[in-house]
């Protein structure tokens, strides 16, 4: 899109341009992502936000569309929450969220996001929970089974036939790929250009990036995109026309934050029978799916997430961690 006027800072942004339907923010989530800083909305990173309430006090558009982690659903009893949906009623904007789940566009990628729908005229729920699939993924730990390798001692993040979520850092600081177990019981790292699959673009869709940048960059890009095919439903529920409402049940002001909830004129309401899976696209296993060699787990890399794992109390199978050492003595 040549036509489009590009600014690389949100704060040099005083309003949208006259004639403008939707606005749409992906803001920062290191304050508050389950392994990033849980500084909250107030961090200077996720606290970014901000600055699409002033926008929109500028200049209001007719739907305003959000996206971030669910762990701020939980982070500080949902105080990102109450305090993002809190802004858009007061400028006079009704609202409804949902967590989505990338397993249910066919993609074998555990990858949930939180979805927020705002509008002045229209009513959102009746758009965003239109579609509902009864989905239910493969739960139990046997390969092939994605983990992060970076963490260990807090948790592993397990996805049964799938990976875990691609990130844009870790606990580590860096970006890195997640680990697959495969059935020959050998540990692996899926190639970029399959990450970039994962998310739904053609592989090396992010190459251009290493003529500006480190190779390594391109794990930032990927772990910090939205999913292609999520994008794709989410924009289709814009064009959805207004129908029959989700049932919907009141929620106490003192309680938590649901996967999927909406409200206006400071009620808000759990959205009923909401699952992750709008659709149910066919899947196919991690290791399928798989079109470039993977690399093998280094013996560092494996050496240092079995110690972490075995001081932290974590729960996991004796065969993973069999497998684990198998492969350490194997690439020592």
């Excluded at 699409?52 to 949902?78: D, S, Y």
């Excluded at 992060?148 to 990976?163: H, K, M, P, S, V």
């Excluded at 494996?302 to 932290?312: D, I, K, N, P, Y």
Aim: proline share 8%; net charge positive; with cysteine.
């Amino acid at each position: 899109m040549p036509h489009v006027e590009v600014r690389d800072d949100v704060r040099q942004i005083d309003r949208v341009p006259k004639g403008t339907d939707l606005l749409v923010a992906g803001f920062p989530c290191q304050d508050l992502s389950q392994v990033g800083r849980a500084r909250g909305i107030a961090g200077d990173k996720s606290g970014i936000v901000d600055h699409v309430f002033r926008i929109l006090q500028a200049r209001r558009t007719q739907w305003v569309l959000l996206e971030n982690v669910p762990f701020m659903l939980q982070l500080h009893k949902g105080a990102a929450m109450k305090h993002i949906t809190g802004k858009l009623e007061r400028l006079g904007y009704s609202w409804a969220y949902r967590t989505v789940d990338t397993r249910s566009f066919g993609l074998p990628q555990r990858r949930e996001r939180v979805f927020l729908l705002a509008s002045l005229d229209h009513v959102p729920w009746n758009r965003l929970f239109q579609t509902n699939a009864n989905l239910v993924p493969q739960v139990d730990i046997t390969p092939p089974c994605g983990f992060y390798w970076t963490e260990g001692n807090r948790g592993i993040g397990w996805a049964a036939n799938a990976i875990p979520t691609l990130k844009g850092g870790s606990a580590w600081g860096i970006p890195s790929a997640p680990a697959i177990w495969l059935p020959d019981h050998s540990f692996v790292t899926p190639d970029i250009r399959d990450a970039e699959r994962l998310q739904g673009f053609k592989a090396d869709w992010t190459k251009p990036a290493e003529s500006v940048s480190r190779p390594g960059h391109r794990w930032r890009l990927v772990g910090n995109a939205v999913t292609c095919k999520v994008s794709e439903w989410v924009g289709s529920t814009l064009l959805i026309p207004d129908k029959q409402p989700p049932e919907l049940e009141e929620l106490r002001p003192s309680a938590s934050w649901p996967a999927a909830a909406a409200g206006e004129n400071g009620q808000r309401y759990r959205v009923l029978d909401a699952t992750k899976f709008p659709v149910a696209k066919t899947s196919v296993s991690i290791e399928s799916f798989l079109r470039y060699e993977p690399r093998f787990l280094s013996h560092r890399a494996a050496s240092g997430f079995l110690s972490r794992l075995e001081v932290s109390g974590l729960r996991y199978p004796p065969a993973f961690a069999k497998a684990l050492r198998s492969h350490i003595r194997k690439f020592k």
